[in-house]
């Protein structure tokens, strides 16, 4: 019979609503049962494409034994931190302070006044390498809970006054200069992998937010080091495993320092985040590989993970069926000799070993291959390596897919608007934007109240229950300004002013312009949540100063343009220090020092010398530049403001700094301005 779960909107929870435990979704209710029962709380946080998370269900929340033991002497709260970002960062904090490390799932038990007493994160089901079994657990913190209580008590507190002295310092009053910018290059440089590309060891992620801020940085100071690093990095990732070398689209991780393994989950916001850095390497190189990388991620988005309502899901499972009823990571996309002889025949693949890197021993496991793109030199029949990828592709459609996760996730939607936006505008790809269209249209329809508060998520057309926590408000925002410059449509601009109005209001300390990662009116937990450090996408705090600083370009709105250099504080006191970590808010802090640029484009928008200069203005690298484009007579965007044609044609203003230059209608010199 289904548990509570049953009626939840996470298609996480509902992986769960089978399971003999008798779960609870994260609420008020679940303590009120805690603290008239009793019992201590068992909170378990995962997310539908974890890896662990599925082998922990299986092993232990689908045991009918273990499920009598918990529901005997635990209120069991299971939570989706996609949904409850809020939840999951505060215990993580706590995880990580008490273990010195952290993961998923990630299992706490809690008091029934939600303070943290023991943690952990996968327990296995015996004992193994040192670590308890989870049922070893479970009596173990009964035997506590029951014994010793008191005890129990005194850690929780103590647990939870830790925490609260961990607030974050805000470092500088100050915004970060040429000096911290050059540093934080001078930590990436030093922690560059020159023989693989990218930064540290395994395992190696994708570090989008760096690369955007090398690329600004390139084309603010010219320094060739920076672009080199960023050209490199991307090269290897999109020759490596981690890059799906038959469809398009990334994978999360890399679990080797060469990227050729992935940890094979393809989420929203990396594909998001790394369609827009790819498309800004094109912009800044001319590079046909990051083209192709662009289009086909871009593509990979719009064919995998678009909702029938218009939006984005979340993510694509790691794991899948082998064919023999076992859900194995990678099945789907892994190749061995005799399979590529089976769909190819002898003689091409051999060649399609050679080209994608398939070897007799493997890369992967049991002797499987994850496809890269090894021959970096040498002639290929172009013609013949498109006809084996399509055979290939053919087949492996013919696998049992990975699961999707079709919930629809506000930040990463935003991501994704901003990403497809610009990609579809730089490729003349409409069809692309038409995709930022329908899925900004979705968040306005269905994640936007009348009061402009954001919905974390939604799915199946069904808004979620949870609030909109800082990156979900910054995230699209990001994406509604990015569309406002690319189809100069002046409700985009409205709509990411309400939004960031929010931020002003809810997520800003008014003394010292910190920004919180919940609204001030939202549900209290044992902390409020802040973390300017950028993770998997942009933090709240690092998105949000770049969005403020966007549209304070756009509007002229000097409470909005303050906010954000407040904000960039934080980045003055981090980016020397650990410029990995803090990639966005250093890429906000380049448009920062360059500006940012503010490009209006005037003329009769069917007119192609309006769509010429429109075009040149998207295609500057001038950091963080923001572009509005409309008829001369428009009220569309207000920097558009009484600007006039010049001898009646259309027309491009720059402006910085409070200081425009001369009005111009020749496209090269319109390149020009906007060169550093």
């Not at 030199?377 to 390596?385: L, M, N």
């Not at 300004?481 to 109005?501: M, Y």
Request: with cysteine.
């Amino acid at each position: 019979m289904p548990n509570r779960l049953a009626h939840e909107t996470s298609p996480y929870l509902l992986q769960h609503a089978d399971n003999p435990v008798d779960w609870w979704p994260w609420s008020a209710d679940a303590f009120e049962e805690a603290r008239k029962s009793g019992k201590p709380v068992l909170l378990s946080v995962g997310y539908s494409s974890c890896h662990w998370c599925h082998v922990m269900a299986h092993e232990s929340f689908e045991d009918q034994e273990t499920a009598d033991y918990l529901n005997a002497h635990f209120v069991s709260v299971k939570v989706d931190r996609e949904e409850r970002p809020d939840v999951d960062a505060v215990y993580m904090e706590a995880v990580q302070a008490a273990t010195g490390q952290g993961g998923w799932p990630m299992t706490v038990f809690l008091t029934p006044d939600a303070e943290p007493f023991y943690f952990g994160t996968y327990f296995p089901p015996a004992p193994r390498q040192g670590s308890p079994s989870f049922r070893q657990v479970l009596e173990g913190v009964h035997s506590a809970w029951t014994d010793r209580r008191d005890e129990v008590a005194e850690v929780a507190e103590k647990i939870v006054r830790d925490l609260a002295g961990r607030e974050i310092a805000f470092g500088d009053t100050q915004v970060p200069g040429e000096e911290d910018l050059a540093g934080a290059l001078l930590g990436l440089t030093r922690d560059y992998d020159a023989g693989h590309g990218g930064f540290g060891g395994a395992p190696k992620f994708p570090p989008s937010m760096a690369i955007e801020f090398l690329l600004r940085h390139h084309a603010r100071t010219g320094a060739e080091g920076a672009l080199q690093m960023a050209a490199d990095t991307c090269e290897r990732m999109a020759r490596g495993g981690i890059y799906d070398q038959l469809a398009g689209g990334f994978a999360r991780y890399s679990v080797d320092r060469e990227w050729v393994v992935p940890h094979f989950e393809k989420m929203l916001y990396d594909n998001a985040l790394l369609c827009r850095v790819y498309a800004h390497l094109w912009r800044s190189t001319g590079s046909d590989l990051a083209r192709r990388v662009a289009l086909e991620t871009a593509d990979f988005m719009v064919r995998e993970l678009r909702t029938n309502e218009g939006g984005f899901a979340s993510a694509l499972d790691a794991d899948s069926d082998d064919g023999t009823g076992k859900h194995v990571e990678g099945a789907y996309y892994v190749w061995t000799p005799a399979q590529l002889r089976e769909v190819l025949g002898e003689q091409d693949a051999e060649l399609a070993a050679d080209y994608f890197g398939v070897t007799q021993e493997g890369t992967f496991e049991e002797g499987a291959s994850v496809l890269q793109l090894p021959q970096s030199e040498g002639v290929f029949d172009a013609e013949r390596i498109a006809s084996i990828r399509a055979r290939l592709l053919e087949a492996r459609g013919e696998r049992p897919a990975p699961g999707r996760d079709d919930k629809v996730v506000a930040a990463w939607n935003g991501l994704a608007v901003a990403a497809l936006a610009e990609t579809g505008a730089y490729f003349d790809r409409p069809d692309l934007i038409e995709a930022a269209l329908g899925a900004a249209d979705l968040l306005v329809r269905l994640h936007l109240d009348e009061h402009a508060r954001l919905a974390r998520t939604s799915k199946d057309g069904r808004v979620g229950a949870n609030a909109g926590v800082l990156e979900d408000y910054a995230d699209v925002s990001e994406g509604f300004l990015a569309l406002a410059s690319v189809t100069g449509e002046g409700v985009w601009l409205e709509f990411a002013g309400f939004l960031l109005d929010h931020v002003l209001v809810q997520f800003t300390d008014e003394e010292s312009g910190t920004l919180y990662d919940t609204a001030a009116d939202a549900e209290k937990l044992i902390r409020r949540p802040q973390d300017p450090t950028d993770n998997a996408t942009p933090s709240g705090w690092s998105a949000a100063a770049g969005a403020l600083l966007s549209y304070a370009a756009q509007t002229g709105a000097e409470p909005h343009r303050a906010a954000a250099e407040r904000a960039l504080g934080v980045v003055k006191a981090l980016g020397p220090r650990a410029p990995r970590f803090i990639g966005w808010g250093l890429a906000t802090a380049e448009a920062l020092l360059d500006g940012p640029r503010e490009v209006a484009v005037v003329g009769p928008v069917d007119d192609p010398a309006t769509k010429e200069l429109h075009r040149a203005a998207l295609l500057a690298t001038a950091p963080g530049a923001v572009v509005a484009v409309g008829a001369p007579d428009s009220d569309e965007l207000p920097l558009l403001a009484e600007r006039l044609l010049v001898s009646g044609e259309p027309t491009a203003y720059v402006c910085r700094n409070f200081t425009c230059d001369a009005p111009t209608t020749d496209v090269d010199r319109l390149r020009e301005a906007l060169k550093h």
